[in-house]
């Protein structure tokens, strides 16, 4: 499936000739509302959510409030963030982040965004701010 606009959530890259950013690097570029490209790999999304020390819910509370205050994505950006792990969809769209040699730690995405997740694919959820 091709890259949508905004926002897509794959477990395997749909463009390798991207720029690439951490999710860290991403989010602190959109919270200073810093240019960024307008075709972007986002890495590490399920490890940076998991390893934060912070609340879960409190982060992606703040890093919602981050997504639909930026000025740094615009509204015909493509990015794409390669998950590890898994994506599923049990009513609310989680990542199976890798925690372990077969241990996994689910982790609800749902709230990032500031539109629903669409599932695109088996590999592949959009959303578009």
């Known amino acids: 499936m ?3 606009s905004v926002y897509n959530i794959v477990t395997e890259p749909v463009d390798d000739s991207l720029e690439e950013r951490t999710a860290l690097e991403f989010f602190r570029a959109c919270s200073s509302n810093e240019n960024l490209p307008t075709r972007l790999t986002v890495n590490y999304l399920g490890q940076f959510l998991h390893y934060s020390g912070e609340e879960q819910t409190d982060l992606i509370r703040h890093l919602h409030n981050v997504l639909r205050e930026t ?8 990015i794409q963030f390669v998950v590890e792990g898994r994506v599923f969809n049990e009513e609310v769209v989680r990542l199976g982040v890798p925690t372990g040699r077969s241990s996994y730690e689910d982790i609800a995405v749902d709230e990032l ?4 997740l669409t599932q695109e694919s088996a590999t592949q959820y959009v959303a578009s701010k």
């Open 2 to 4: 091709p890259l949508k």
């Open 71 to 78: 000025d740094s994505v615009k509204r015909y950006s493509m």
């Open 113 to 116: 965004f500031v539109d629903s």
